[in-house]
């Protein structure tokens, strides 16, 4: 069982930065890969960045350039750094975990995931 808890979401303008992060706790969370997904109103949940337990590192084209996503295994943590954040940026944002140390971006591959965290972004 692995519990994920996402923190650092917010309410901020166009062109401003945020860093979100989930708490990872339950089982060892180093050989696992970590992924963050958004869900807007309406839409259906989508992949965002993801890291995996070899270090790389993939992102939807949507965010490439503006966000990173980064691990600390030793804290069992998981951020997403959010640069240049745009209105379309706005949605509920996930962590998630994939016990199968995959690279998908469905996510019906993911195994746990947290209780999101909401970015809404002004014009």
């Known amino acids: 069982q692995v519990q994920l808890v996402e923190s650092g979401g917010g309410l901020v303008q166009a062109g401003d930065s945020l860093r979100l992060s989930c708490a990872a706790s339950g089982r060892t969370f180093d050989t696992y890969t970590v992924s963050w997904f958004r869900q807007a109103p309406g839409q259906e949940r989508a992949f965002v960045a993801a890291?995996?337990?070899?270090?790389?590192?993939y992102y939807a084209n949507s965010v490439k350039g503006r966000f990173s996503i980064s691990r600390d295994n030793a804290k069992n943590m998981v951020y997403l750094q959010m640069n240049s954040l745009k209105p379309e940026d706005t949605a509920v944002y996930y962590c998630?975990?994939?016990?199968?140390?995959?690279?998908?971006?469905?996510?019906?591959?993911?195994?746990?995931w947290g209780q999101g965290t909401q970015v809404t972004v002004s014009s």
């Open positions: 998630a975990v994939d016990l199968n140390s995959g690279s998908s971006r469905w996510p019906g591959t993911y195994h746990y």
């Open positions: 890291r995996a337990s070899t270090d790389i590192a």
